[in-house]
Structure formats: structure tokens, C-alpha cells
């Protein structure tokens, strides 16, 4: 049998595959490459976790779980959302342990979506937004984002892409790829809007430590927001712990009830060792979380300052570990610059259009790398702009 | 956490950071910056800056024994002008008071065991106010100034990722 196209589903054909995907097989042929081209931390999972992880392990502790997660996670979960942001969560009837945040938005769009339901993205955002919602037979819509708003999504535009149809908002900051953040009174305003128009937000909130400025603010903590919202987070970026797989959701009691049917018939439960190491990461990680938020936010400015230097205009990010800077003065469009860098240079950086078309005249740069890489990466992006424009 | 801090915490790790840089990542002034170096140099707080070596890479064949010395503090001193006078045998690289069951650990190099045991019994123990001393070689090092000398934490994550 040759062609199996045939016993492939419609929805999947039409899924493209990722952007990103392509660039990486060329990054991967390539050596010596200096890469700010990656989306998680450098650090490794802190050394008391995956110490906790291994004497769960001796203890014996390698069943099923509940289909919500282990109860006292959840209550560490609940403890730190309200300390963190302010809102409360009854641990037993409104937070889900997940196999990561993706796991948590793509049951949460099939949870939710009704055929041809319209589902409003933040417009460039991570990847899987937009595929998630297809999967579940809905319809994504951007909501463009503006270098000049610093890709805070704005209340105005976001209500013009408003439609009869239009049902589920996904908030995504701090954002992947911008680094851009929302600060309450931005909030304020798009809760009026999801209010009037009856929408529903899911906030993945994956970056919130990341917040350097300031603290992070969630949707859910304004009022008549808590209900409206299923609050998305986990240990991938802050603990850096992305694969061990480990998120949860909050939300609403028949939400959760909802999303935890799909779960519990797909997934059972998240591992019983990563749920064993968030609960270490919760209760004793705190001190060295900090530490490497403290080290991302050296890197943060002393990236920014190499693009000034070098005349790479980028705004200032305020989350995430990511600089989104404009390469609108070259000749180039986002892959071409991306593959010509690479090539020419050795250094690898995301075309920004891989996240939107909102991206496009972008490139995402991750600062988590070391001092050494990053100011190697800024002279050669330098030779790079002086040959070039 | 004041800006000294901040400071030392980043040169501690690294000490060939520049005010330059250093200022940049911590968003401060480079002219402050190069000021409260000079000035925590000027106070001893800074008292130098090391370089962190396998020597056994270079196929170096030297020797470094900690010694536990037990001695008789002094009046009014302590244990300080026998601690003081160790540390200014050349080969002595560091010289620590520790609680338990002895008083000074003392890390001394040598080209060879015999070097060693010549200081411990020529030098050391002759001094009056010891009263006994053992020698423990060391055997390899793994992990010193917070390096890992046989590194295989090289960077695993995927080269580009969403």
C-alpha cells in the first residue's frame, strides 16, 4: 500500500505542519551553531527535585494517581495561585493536574468548541493555539498584535474581531514569542469586552514567574473574570521542568468537570514522578526559582543592549525569555533572514512569522544562553546587519 | 539584595565579567558599577580572582593532603597567631578553624608525598603549640568552587523548539 492518505482524517490534512519544524531540520545539519532559536530554559530541573522524583521512585511510588491529580499537589497548586495572583481554587472540585499546559489547552478546546465555533488568538503566539482549535472543529481567529502596542493585545482590536461565533479568548502572557505582558489596567480592558460579548478566556499563564518589571497579573483575579476563566500553568518554565510533562488548569467547578471527563478517558492521570516533583518544586523551590528568574532578567538587558548597539530595533520584553526584535531594515523577510543568519553567521534564531503572520519582519531570540553565547550571537548578528543593510 | 550583593554574587561565578557587563545585566550605571568593585578591592572584601583548573588534565603529578591539626590555643589569641603563622608557608593553600574534633584543617600541595610529609613533620608539628596532626591525601577532585570537573552536563536541549 502506497498511498495512505486515504485513512487519514480531513482535520489533520488540513493542519500544517509547524514552521518551526522545517527550521529545525536545517539548524540540526548545521555545526558550530551558536542557537537562541530554543523555547526553554537552559537550566536543568534544580538538583532537590529530581532528588524528590527519585526517592518517590525508591518509595515505590510508580501507580495511577486520581484522574484529577494527587490531592496534596492540588492544594500546594491552590496555595500558590492564591498567593501568586490572588485568586482561590477549591482543590478538590476546581484544579486538574495535566500532562503539561498543552495538554490542558487542547482538552479544554475539546471541552468547550461546537463546530465552527471561533476561538480569538493572540496573533504571533505559541504554536499549537490555532491547530488545538482546529482539532477540536473550531475556527481560529487572530487578533493581531502590534510591535507598537509592545504586543499587548488591545481591547479595540480584539472586539473587531468579534463575531456572533466568536466564543473562546486565549490569553497567552507573558507571550511566546514577544516577551510582551499584560499589566492589569490592559486586562481591565479586554475583561470588558470578553464581559459584553459573553466570551470565555483561557489564560496560559506558563510564563507568569517570568514577569520582570513588576508582577505577573491574571485575567481571573478581576472582577466577575474568576468564572470566566480556566487559568492555565505548570513547572515547564519557571522550574524548568518542560519534559517532565506538568501542568494544571483552574477554573470554574463545571469546567473542570468537564475537561477531567476527556482526561480521564485519555490520558488517566499526569505521571505519578512528575507529580511528585512539582509537589517538591511547590512546597521547597521557591528560593532557587528566583534565582534563575534573577539570572534570565541579567540576560534580558544584556541582550537589549546588544541589539541597541548593534541597531536592531526591539522593544523592551517584560516576560518570558524571549526579545522579538524588527528586522524591517533589511532587505529580508523573517525565513530568509533566519536561514541567511544561520548560514552565513552560525547563529539561530526563529523567523517570527513561524508564531503568525503578525511575526512576519520578526525573529525570536531566547536569552536563555549563556553570557559567552549571547555576546558571541550580538557581534555576529552585528557582521551580519553591517554586511546587509 | 543591595547592589554589592548583586555584584559579588555574578563575579563569584564568574569573574571575568567586566563593570561593562555586569552593569548591563543589572541594569545599572557602569561608572557605580566599576566604582563599588575598586572600593570592595580597596576594603579586602574582593581579595582577589582565581582561575578554577583540572591540573590533572595538564598530567600534573603534584600532591594536596588536607591536614587536620589539633592544637593549644593561646591566651588572648586564640588560635590565631599559630593559624596566622601557618598560612605563610608558601605551599599552604588554605587554612580553615573548624568545630569538632579538631581545630585547623589545613590544605597544603607538594611535588611529591615526600614534600609533604617533610612540612607536616619539619614544619608543623614542630611548632609548640600542636599537638597532633593527620594527614589525608587527596585523592581526586570532583566538584570545586561550584565546577564539575568531569562535566557531561553539556547542553541537551533541542536546537530550535516552539
Known amino acids: 500500500m502506497s498511498d495512505m492518505s486515504r485513512y487519514l482524517s480531513t482535520t489533520v490534512k488540513t493542519i500544517p505542519p509547524s514552521g518551526i519544524r522545517k527550521f529545525f531540520d536545517l539548524v540540526s545539519q548545521t555545526e558550530g551553531v551558536i542557537s537562541l532559536g530554543v523555547g526553554e530554559p537552559d537550566f536543568v530541573t534544580p538538583w532537590h527535585i529530581r532528588e524528590a522524583c527519585w526517592y518517590s521512585l525508591e518509595k515505590g511510588y510508580t501507580m495511577y494517581t486520581s484522574n484529577s491529580g494527587l490531592i496534596e499537589l492540588r492544594e500546594e497548586v491552590a496555595a500558590y495561585e492564591k498567593r501568586k495572583v490572588g485568586v482561590e481554587y477549591d482543590p478538590a472540585r476546581e484544579i486538574l493536574i495535566t500532562v503539561g499546559v498543552s495538554e490542558a489547552v487542547d482538552i479544554a478546546l475539546r471541552a468547550m468548541i461546537e463546530p465552527g465555533d471561533e476561538v480569538l488568538i493572540p496573533d504571533p503566539s505559541y504554536v499549537s493555539y490555532a491547530p488545538g482549535t482546529c482539532l477540536a472543529f473550531g475556527k481560529a481567529v487572530p487578533v493581531p498584535t502590534y510591535d507598537a502596542d509592545q504586543y499587548r493585545m488591545r481591547a479595540d482590536v480584539l472586539e473587531s474581531c468579534i463575531t456572533p461565533k466568536s466564543k473562546i479568548l486565549i490569553l497567552t502572557f507573558p507571550s511566546n514569542p514577544t516577551g510582551a505582558i499584560m499589566e ?121 543592549k546588544g541589539f541597541q548597539e548593534i541597531g536592531l530595533e526591539c522593544f523592551e520584553p517584560q516576560g518570558a525569555f524571549y526579545c522579538f526584535p524588527s528586522i524591517k531594515s533589511t532587505p529580508f523577510n523573517s525565513e530568509d533572514f533566519c536561514e541567511k543568519l544561520l548560514k552565513e553567521e552560525l547563529v539561530a534564531v526563529v523567523p517570527g512569522n513561524a508564531f503568525g503572520n503578525s511575526g512576519e519582519g520578526f525573529i525570536r531570540c531566547c536569552y536563555a544562553a549563556s553570557v559567552k553565547d549571547l555576546e558571541e550571537a550580538i557581534i555576529r548578528m552585528g557582521n551580519f546587519l553591517n554586511r546587509h543593510r | 539584595m543591595d547592589l554589592q550583593m548583586k555584584i559579588l554574587n555574578l563575579i563569584e561565578r564568574d569573574a571575568r565579567l567586566d563593570a561593562a557587563t555586569i552593569a548591563t545585566m543589572l541594569g545599572e550605571d557602569e561608572a557605580i558599577v566599576a566604582a563599588l568593585i575598586k572600593k ?117 536541549r533541542l536546537v530550535v523548539s516552539p
Open chain 1, 184 to 304: 492589569k489596567a490592559d486586562l481591565e480592558a479586554i475583561a470588558e469586552v470578553v464581559k459584553k460579548h459573553d466570551l470565555f478566556v483561557i489564560s496560559d499563564e506558563i510564563y507568569s514567574e517570568l514577569t520582570y518589571n513588576g508582577k505577573h497579573c491574571s485575567i481571573a483575579s478581576l472582577p466577575g473574570m474568576r468564572d470566566r476563566t480556566l487559568l492555565l500553568n505548570g513547572f515547564s518554565k519557571a522550574y524548568a521542568m518542560t519534559g517532565w510533562r506538568i501542568g494544571y488548569a483552574c477554573g470554574h467547578p463545571d469546567i473542570i468537570a468537564a475537561i477531567t471527563k476527556i482526561h480521564q478517558y485519555t490520558i488517566m492521570c499526569a505521571p505519578i514522578m512528575a507529580q511528585k516533583a512539582a509537589l517538591e518544586a511547590l512546597r521547597h523551590g521557591e528560593e532557587e526559582m528566583l534565582k534563575m528568574v534573577d539570572n534570565y532578567n541579567y540576560r534580558r538587558r544584556l541582550l537589549l
Open chain 2, 40 to 156: 570592595m578591592e580597596d576594603e579586602k572584601i574582593i581579595l582577589g580572582y582565581n582561575t578554577v583548573i583540572n591540573w590533572d588534565k595538564m598530567g600534573d603529578q603534584s600532591v594536596t593532603a588536607m591536614i587536620e591539626v589539633k592544637m593549644q590555643p593561646e591566651r588572648e589569641v586564640g588560635f590565631n597567631r599559630i593559624a596566622e603563622r601557618i598560612c605563610r608557608f608558601p605551599e599552604v593553600k588554605s587554612v580553615k578553624l573548624m568545630s569538632g574534633t579538631y581545630d585547623l584543617s589545613v590544605i597544603v600541595t607538594g611535588k611529591t608525598m615526600k614534600d609533604i610529609s617533610w612540612f607536616v613533620s619539619h614544619k608543623l608539628s614542630t611548632l609548640d603549640q600542636i599537638q597532633s596532626t593527620v594527614t589525608l591525601f587527596i585523592l581526586k577532585t570532583y566538584k570545586q568552587e561550584h565546577f564539575m570537573f568531569n562535566d557531561n552536563d553539556d547542553d541537551k
